[in-house]
């Protein structure tokens, strides 16, 4: 694999570190450090300057879809769950039984759920949109807080709105 660079983004509901190589973005996580340490320098990949402006424009409601390439690895299985993740529309929910559905086998919602938590690229890879099938939010890597805020974001941002920060 190529070299690893790492930059970090502010964001409204904490640090948000990103890393990747000159081809793509391998994760993207919330950090729990308080400030950035990571800022882009001068071997900062393209890659992660475009994925920085693509979070910055997310978090400010004027983008719906991140067209930055992902580098994710893990079993056909999880590679096929977080491909029928981005269908999700932005603002909406699926449940962990919709993408079983959309895979092509229902009776793995709970194979489903561990894909999604294994899921290293979030936000860009929306896993955030998956909730129990009984309409509550479920587990999220990042915290259910940070998931209910995503989630009130996109939704706002969809009908015209501002979401206090």
């Known amino acids: 694999m190529s070299e690893l660079h790492q930059v970090d983004y502010p964001s409204p509901i ?63 299985f999880q590679q096929k769950v977080w491909a029928a993740l981005p269908a999700i529309p932005y603002g909406e929910t699926a449940s962990y039984r919709d993408i079983a559905r959309a895979v092509g086998n229902e009776k793995s919602v709970r194979a489903v759920g561990n894909a999604n938590s294994k899921n290293k690229i979030s936000i860009i890879i929306p896993c955030h949109r998956i909730i129990g099938s009984n309409g509550k939010l ?28």
């Open 14 to 76: 904490g640090v948000v570190e990103i890393t990747g190589t000159e081809q793509g973005i391998v994760s993207l996580y919330f950090s729990e450090r308080e400030q950035p340490l990571y800022a882009v320098d001068v071997d900062t990949p393209q890659v992660l300057k475009d994925a920085l402006q693509q979070l910055d424009e997310y978090f400010k409601g004027q983008r719906m879809e991140f067209t930055v390439p992902c580098l994710s690895s893990g079993t056909d």
């Open 138 to 165: 479920t587990g999220y890597a990042g915290s259910l807080t940070r998931k209910e805020w995503l989630l009130k974001h996109e939704q706002a941002v969809r009908n015209g709105q501002s979401l206090d920060t």
